[in-house]
């Protein structure tokens, strides 16, 4: 038995490292969706970039860097926003998982686009970064392109598409979030909400 744990402490130690860095950038990635969902733009930034300088290889500390462009307190910076998408799109395996998360995160430069004042931009860049349903099965994307384009005060649009994400998920609305403080204002919104 002294041979059977000579072998497997090593090995034990060897997995340590890397369960703690696992551990680690997921709860350090919780931190910077939490603070994002709160609209707390200083702390969600400053966990994003400290993701960033210690864990340089997880494409969600990239993201969140575009995620973070689509808050009030942000500059819209576009051309940054696609460089930043190009550096996460390079990190990603191939797969239905990585397309559908590039996907979503083309939606949100749609959104920081739009911030930036160039409307007809936004629309055509959300537009195109639909996914079928055959990576998209149950329209994460559209839910997220109704968000956006709230948060870029398109109103009619957010509304028109989330009543295709409701249709598509009878009962089930997205969730709150300061997204829809401009949706909101539309009586149509409280019905999509009060539907679920």
Known sequence: S????????????????????SVADAMLGRLVEAQYDLNEYGDAEEWCLEGRDRFPDNFRFVQCQIYLMTMRQARPDVARAWALYDEMASMMPEGEQSELIQGITRTFIGGVIGRAGLADSADAVMTRA??????DPV??????????RSVIDDVDGSIERLERYMLANPGHFPGEHWW?????????????????
């Open 180 to 196: 829809w403080r401009n949706a909101e204002r539309d009586p149509r919104f409280d019905r999509l909400r009060a539907a679920r």
């Open 130 to 135: 639909r996914l079928g349903p055959e990576v």
């Open 139 to 148: 329209e994460e994307q559209m839910s997220m392109e109704a968000a956006m």
């Open 2 to 21: 002294g041979g059977a744990r000579d072998g497997v402490g090593p090995a034990r130690e060897a997995q340590a490292p890397a369960a703690v860095r």
